[in-house]
Nanobody, 123 residues
Framework: QVQLVESGGGLVQAGGSLRLSCAAS????????MGWFRQAPGKEREFVAA????????MYADFVKGRFTISRDGAKNTVYLQMNSLKPEDTAVYYC????????????????WGQGTQVTVAS
């Protein structure tokens, strides 16, 4: 098993940046593909970005391409989501997740979830 703890959320002005962190404990994060999802009030949880186990492959939702970057620090067992050019519609709770699949993009393919961190983008 792996435990995930997100941090780095907060309030930012539109156009600003935040970096979310997801610290993994238990089994090594390298045993899993890692992903970020988000959920806004009244909406379903949606895929944001994913990173393969090796770190060699990434996938992004169309609405974050060119603005967000997912990465991993193996030594720290931590996955990051760098978010630039933030928009008010990016406001949501952001969740980190781990999967035993290759590079999954759906909620059902993830085995472990963090508690989430709130990101609020003011206009």
């Amino acid at each position: 098993q792996v435990q995930l703890v997100e941090s780095g959320g907060g309030l930012v002005q539109a156009g600003g940046s935040l970096r979310l962190s997801c610290a993994a404990s238990g089994r090594s994060g390298r045993d899993y593909a890692m992903g970020w999802f988000r959920q806004a009030p009244g909406k379903e949880r949606e895929f944001v970005a994913a990173l393969s186990r090796s770190g060699g492959s990434t996938m992004y939702a169309d609405f974050v391409k060119g603005r967000f970057t997912i990465s991993r620090d193996g030594a720290k067992n931590t996955v990051y989501l760098q978010m630039n050019s933030l928009k008010p519609e990016d406001t949501a709770v952001y969740y980190c997740a781990a999967s035993q699949f290759s590079i999954p993009t759906t909620v059902k393919m993830y085995n472990y979830w963090g508690q989430g961190t709130q990101v609020t983008v003011a206009s």
